[in-house]
Nanobody, 116 residues
Framework: QVQLVESGGGLVQPGGSLRLSCAAS????????MAWYRQRPGKQRELVAG???????NYADFVKGRFTISRDNNKNTVSLQMNNLKPEDTAVYYC??????????WGQGTQVTVSS
């Protein structure tokens, strides 16, 4: 059974930074892709950033230059460093992992609020 535990959300002022982390328990299986999504109030869930097992990254245009995704394959963790946060970044952020031959799994979500 795949379990994801997210941490690092909270309240931050505009221009501030937060770091989200996600730890995955996947038993004997291997993780391929890892990603962060977000769901803003009244909006659909959207991809924020993704990273392959080999370290290739992709970012949504609205976070390029501000957010950085990274992972530790030995620890099965993925992180999202968020800098220069804006009020429109306020959302619930979800970790997503793709487990080889097992499909995708979601974390429970962590709230990020950007407000003065």
């Amino acid at each position: 059974q795949v379990q994801l535990v997210e941490s690092g959300g909270g309240l931050v002022q505009p221009g501030g930074s937060l770091r989200l982390s996600c730890a995955a328990s996947v038993g004997p299986f291997s993780i391929t892709d890892m990603a962060w999504y977000r769901q803003r109030p009244g909006k659909q869930r959207e991809l924020v950033a993704g990273i392959s097992r080999g370290g290739l990254t992709n970012y949504a245009d609205f976070v390029k230059g501000r957010f950085t995704i990274s992972r530790d394959n030995n620890k099965n963790t993925v992180s999202l460093q968020m800098n220069n946060l804006k009020p429109e970044d306020t959302a619930v952020y979800y970790c997503n992992v793709i487990v080889l031959n097992r499909g995708g799994s979601w974390g429970q979500g962590t709230q990020v609020t950007v407000s003065s």
